[in-house]
């Protein structure tokens, strides 16, 4: 089974901070997006990545970032974090073979 | 505008039930998922699927590809069905992916 692991399951941060989250996949496969879930909003997309160093707005990606150095490895990061960035944030990775794989998620909040 | 539209949004049923939740798409699409979140839990996937039907335990998925249509059936539900289930289609012409926004169900004991 593909195994998408993030680093943190709870994070709180303070306004105007960066914020890094990670995400790490176990498999070669080339896509890996970031999500965010809200209530009533469903999955909203905010950024994704079809291969090392490539990567696609999704449809919120202001006032986020993504690094991706390495495959296994899709970074999402908040350049100066604002209190409407709270949210449910979501990694996952796509393959044919599999589909879709998401991590646990990370809850962030910040004040 | 949704290219993955879900219904019904809310869904309570009494244990037992047949249930069906559909989902429309409006593009090409080389595959659709149906994916399943628990109360505070991750998401999971429960089918990947193109075309016709696929069947894992009580759960079943089809897929009409000219009408662009899925349904998921859930057959004898179980308050532990209670979950939301999204419908995801990866698009067959560039590298796009859409979400549904959910289907809330609840399973009454």
């Known amino acids: 089974d593909v195994k998408v692991t993030q680093s943190s399951r709870y994070l709180v941060k303070r306004t105007g901070e960066k914020v890094f989250l990670e995400c790490v996949q176990d498999m070669d496969h080339e896509n890996m997006f970031w999500y965010r879930q809200d209530p009533g909003l469903g999955l909203r997309l905010i950024y994704f990545?079809?291969?090392?160093?490539?990567?696609e707005k999704g449809d919120i990606p202001e006032g986020y970032s993504v690094s991706r150095e390495k495959k296994e490895r899709f970074s999402l990061i908040l350049e100066s974090a604002s209190t409407n960035q709270t949210s449910m944030y979501l990694c996952?990775?796509?393959?044919?073979?599999?589909?879709?794989?998401f991590g646990s998620g990370t809850r962030l909040t910040v004040v | 505008k949704n290219e993955v539209e879900q219904s019904p949004q809310n869904l309570t049923a009494q244990e037992g039930e047949f249930i069906t939740i559909n989902c429309s798409y409006s593009v090409g699409i080389s595959a659709l998922h149906w994916l399943q979140q628990h109360p505070g839990g991750g998401i999971v996937s429960l089918f990947m699927?193109?075309?016709g039907k696929k069947k894992h335990g009580r759960l079943i998925a089809t897929i009409n590809i000219q009408e662009k249509h899925s349904s998921l059936h859930i057959t004898a539900s179980h308050p532990r069905d209670s979950a939301v289930y999204i419908c995801a289609v990866r698009a067959n012409t560039g590298n796009q992916f859409y979400f549904g926004t959910g289907t809330s169900l609840t399973v009454i004991p």
């Open positions: 699927l193109s075309s």
């Open positions: 996952g990775n796509w393959s044919p073979n599999y589909g879709y794989t």
């Open positions: 990545s079809y291969d090392v160093k490539m990567k």
